[in-house]
């Protein structure tokens, strides 16, 4: 064993769920920022695309843990189809949101939204949105 191979990198089990979730190649992606241009969330989002595919690419996993983008994410799919090199950070999103609901933490109760807001709501963004809430 060399000297400088007692530095390995330890491969974060949560970033390595989140990729093989997504599907996603992290490295690809060169921050030209196009995702978050075309984000219409992007101003609601504590971390915008670009930031969540660079926290991904740096192994940042308790930065995203603590990010609360992936509840503000719409999946209106633009930031995927704006990538010059077909990244997709709305995939990344999803599989953000995924692991949140098989863990336990969720952003709001499905219980707690309100019932006339309900009775409103288009039933295509009611179903959008709970898709959000369901494994």
Request: some cysteine; aromatic content about 8%; overall charge negative.
């Amino acid at each position: 064993m060399h000297a400088h191979d007692s530095h390995e990198v330890e491969v974060d089990e949560f970033i390595e769920n989140i990729t093989k979730m997504s599907g996603e190649d992290f490295s690809l992606c060169y921050q030209c920022g196009k995702c978050t241009a075309g984000c219409p969330m992007a101003d609601v989002m504590d971390f915008p695309p670009t930031l969540v595919m660079r926290y991904m690419q740096m192994g940042l996993s308790e930065e995203l843990k603590k990010a609360t983008s992936r509840w503000d994410c719409v999946g209106c799919l633009v930031c995927g189809s704006r990538c010059p090199k077909f990244c997709n950070p709305a995939k990344v999103m999803e599989s953000l949101r995924l692991d949140d609901i098989k863990s336990g933490r969720r952003q709001e109760e499905i219980e707690a939204l309100p019932v006339n807001f309900l009775k409103k709501a288009p039933q295509q963004a009611i179903v959008s949105g709970f898709r959000k809430y369901v494994p």
